[in-house]
Nanobody, 121 residues
């Protein structure tokens, strides 16, 4: 079984910072891609930032220059440093991983349970 466990969400004032963490555990051979998505009420889930195993990153235009994604492959953990937070960043943030459970398995997708981020104006 593979689990993604997120932490670090909460309530913050506009202009503040939060750091999200997501640790993967279980039967994992290799994690190819990790990402953070978010979903606000009444909207579709959207990609916030992603990072490959060779540390190539991509960001949504709305967070460029404010958010930074990073990963620690040894710890199987991905982070999202969020600075200069805005009320429109309020959402449930979900961790995502695309990984193999063995050297010959196909790639599987896993999601975390989500963590609430609320930015108060």
């Amino acid at each position: 079984q593979v689990q993604l466990v997120e932490s670090g969400g909460g309530l913050v004032q506009a202009g503040g910072s939060l750091r999200l963490s997501c640790a993967a555990s279980g039967s994992i051979f290799s994690i190819h891609f990790m990402a953070w998505y978010r979903q606000a009420p009444g909207t579709q889930r959207e990609l916030v930032a992603g990072i490959t195993s060779d540390i190539s990153t991509n960001y949504a235009d709305s967070v460029k220059g404010r958010f930074t994604i990073s990963r620690d492959n040894a710890k199987r953990t991905v982070y999202l440093q969020m600075n200069s937070l805005k009320p429109e960043d309020t959402a449930v943030y979900y961790c995502y991983a695309n990984l193999q459970t063995t050297s010959i398995s196909p790639q599987f997708q896993f999601w975390g349970q989500g963590t609430q981020v609320t930015v108060d104006s």
